[in-house]
Every structure is written in structure tokens, then in C-alpha cells.
């Protein structure tokens, strides 16, 4: 795909792992806990072609979940419609994944299938709900599914509820059709507003409760921010709109983090000042600094006298 909507995708994969578990989970069934080791392995592949120099392909995210059972996965983002093309796209891809950690013993080649999903961004009524594999081989056929995430097919609610985090710079997608009604109509425009603040909320909440971390939040509202100014460029009011909200709310974000930064180092200080006056044992100077005694005995070994 090659375009801001797969840089998104890859990113929100790469720096904020832990939230591909609850996808994985809702997509295939699993029940990963959160606490599984993840391994996500290289996405530039060589396509060997005939009577062709070999091709470069590049998958979206492609890892390995160390649960009860080491399983590999192969997830892809799409942002155009069905055509057909993904579909093989997809094969070529699993099939050099496999290829990759593929095993020779005594002339015997065991290659390893991903668990393999897209996620379409934009889709139309006759989207089916899967793709499928059918390989015909001497030995006999093989055949499964590939199922199809619809970013249009999850609410607020449900994603809010099931923690699919990931989904959340992508959810624009689900108003693309509105965009000339929100752009010309304020009413409108102050729905999809409060739509959007409410996913601040929500996240501001999950921030508060320690679910996500600042690093997660600030990553999910930068890539919103990306995707409405990608997918929203031919609509000002609505870039203003939506867009100038992700844009003011990392702001605040960021202003936030410096100023917790700030907080953090003045604490110190005033920890640091109670160890070198000597008068305070090391459990009422966390009391009073607002440290951990772990933060306060380190400062102690830290200290020069």
C-alpha cells in the first residue's frame, strides 16, 4: 500500500505491541492475556519471479506470539477497495513468511503457515467477512480462511470495550462518506467534534487508570491526527475541525508530560535535601517527597557525600 494509512498501521504495531493482543483475540478467537511475549520479525521480503529480477514486497506486520503455543501472525491493512489482488498479495506474502522459517531435515521441507488477517478501511456491501486459501496439491487440498476486519463494523463502544486500541486512527473511516455533509453543515461538523472528544475522554480515562501508558495515548492521537489530515485533505472545515482537535490535544499531551517531568525532578530535589539533612528515615522521606522508597533508596545510593 505504501502510503500513510499503512505507515500508521505499522507504527501503532511497532511502538505500542500490547494493544495487537486484544485484535488478535477478537479476530481469531485466542485468549492471550496481555502478558505474552511478542517477536515481530522483519517485513521486507524477495518474491522470486520467473524471467523477472526478484521483487521486493512489504508486509504491514508479521510476529510471533509465545503463548501456551508459539504461533505466528501476519496482519495487513488495506485501504482500498476489494479487488481480488489482495488476496494473492496476501498468499505470496504468507508463503515467503513461511519460507523464511522454513526447516529441511533429511530432504523434508516443513514450512509453517501465519495466522493471516486484513483490516479494510473502506469496504462496500458485498464485502465478504474472509478471504480464502485453496491449494491443490499432489498430497492432497488444503484449505482456510483468512478473515476480514471491517474498521466500519466496529462502534466506539465496542472498541472502547474489547480495548482494540489499534483501531482507534483508522475509526474516521467509518464518517468518510459524511465528509461533504460535516464540511458544509456546522451541526454536523459539532456531532463528529463531540464524537471525538469523547475518544479523548475515553483515553484520558484509560490514561488515569494506568490501562495505557502516556506513550500509547500520545501514539494513538498523533496517528489520528495523520490519518484526517491524509484522508480528510479536500475537506478544510473538517480537517479544521477533527484534525485541529488531535492537533490541540497533543499539544496538551506533550505540555503535560513536561510539565509531570518537571514535577518529577522538584520531588527529587526535596528528596535529595531530607537525605542530606540526615533527620528523616527513608519511609517518612517518601511520605513527604511523594517518591517511592524504591526512587528514595536509589537517590540514598546515589548520593555523594
Same mark, same amino acid.
Given at each position: ?176 462518506? %459524511? ?10 461538523? @459539532?456531532? #463528529?467534534?463531540? =464524537?471525538?472528544?469523547? $475518544? !479523548? *475522554? ?34 478544510? %472545515? ?10 490541540? @490535544?497533543? #499539544?496538551?499531551? =506533550?505540555?503535560?508530560? $513536561? !510539565? *509531570? ?45
Amino acid at each position: 500500500m505504501g502510503n500513510i494509512y499503512d505507515g500508521a498501521f505499522r507504527t501503532i504495531l511497532n511502538d505500542c505491541r500490547q494493544m495487537v493482543i486484544p485484535v488478535l483475540n477478537e479476530i481469531f478467537g485466542e485468549d492471550y492475556t496481555g502478558n505474552e511475549k511478542i517477536e515481530f520479525h522483519p517485513n521486507e521480503h524477495f518474491i522470486d519471479q520467473q524471467d523477472a529480477a526478484n521483487q521486493e514486497r512489504i508486509t504491514d506486520t508479521n510476529f510471533t506470539i509465545f503463548g501456551k503455543i508459539k504461533k505466528k501472525y501476519h496482519l495487513e491493512c488495506e485501504s482500498s477497495l476489494p479487488d481480488g489482488r489482495m488476496t494473492i498479495r496476501l498468499f505470496e506474502y504468507d508463503a515467503q513468511i513461511a519460507l523464511d522459517e522454513g526447516e529441511v531435515i533429511n530432504e523434508t521441507l516443513t514450512v509453517t503457515f501465519p495466522n493471516t488477517a486484513v483490516l479494510y478501511l473502506r469496504t462496500y456491501m458485498k464485502t465478504p467477512d474472509k478471504m480464502r486459501y485453496v491449494v491443490k496439491t499432489p498430497g492432497g487440498t488444503v484449505e482456510y480462511d483468512v478473515p476480514i476486519m471491517k474498521i466500519q463494523g466496529y462502534s466506539l463502544e465496542y472498541i472502547f470495550s474489547k480495548g482494540l486500541l489499534l483501531l482507534i486512527p483508522f475509526y474516521i473511516f467509518s464518517h468518510e462518506k %459524511n465528509f461533504k455533509v460535516y464540511n458544509s453543515n456546522e451541526q454536523k461538523l @459539532a456531532e #463528529l467534534k463531540v =464524537e471525538y472528544q469523547d $475518544i !479523548l *475522554n475515553r483515553l484520558d480515562k484509560l490514561e488515569q487508570e494506568g490501562i495505557i501508558g502516556a506513550f500509547d495515548k500520545r501514539t494513538i492521537i498523533e496517528l489520528s491526527g495523520d490519518v484526517i489530515k491524509e484522508i480528510a485533505q479536500k475537506y478544510e %472545515n473538517v480537517q479544521k475541525g477533527i484534525g485541529g482537535m488531535m492537533s490541540g @490535544a497533543l #499539544l496538551e499531551t =506533550e505540555a503535560r508530560t $513536561i !510539565l *509531570n517531568r518537571g514535577k518529577d525532578e522538584a520531588k527529587k530535589e526535596t528528596a535529595l535535601r531530607m537525605l542530606k539533612d540526615g533527620e528523616l528515615p527513608i519511609d517518612k522521606i517518601a511520605k513527604y517527597s511523594g517518591l517511592d522508597i524504591a526512587e528514595i533508596k536509589l537517590l540514598a545510593g546515589l548520593q555523594t557525600v
